[in-house]
């Protein structure tokens, strides 16, 4: 039981650290163009000219 002691504020802690790195990709736009990165998979780009 008083392993409890330390893994319960570890839990907290790495829950908290897991929140601000999710809020800071809300943030920092990571959610922004869910489709174009589906598009760009899917282009080969030929539409390129070559140089």
């Known amino acids: 039981m008083n392993v ?3 893994l319960i504020p570890i839990a907290l802690a790495m829950g908290g650290l897991g929140l ?3 809020l800071w990709s809300l943030k920092s736009g990571q959610y ?3 489709e174009g990165s589906s598009w760009r998979v ?3 780009g030929d539409d390129r ?3």
Request: charged share 35%.
């Open 4 to 6: 409890l002691i330390y």
């Open 42 to 44: 899917l282009d080969d």
């Open 32 to 34: 922004d163009d869910l």
């Open 49 to 51: 000219p070559d140089t």
């Open 20 to 22: 601000v790195t999710f």
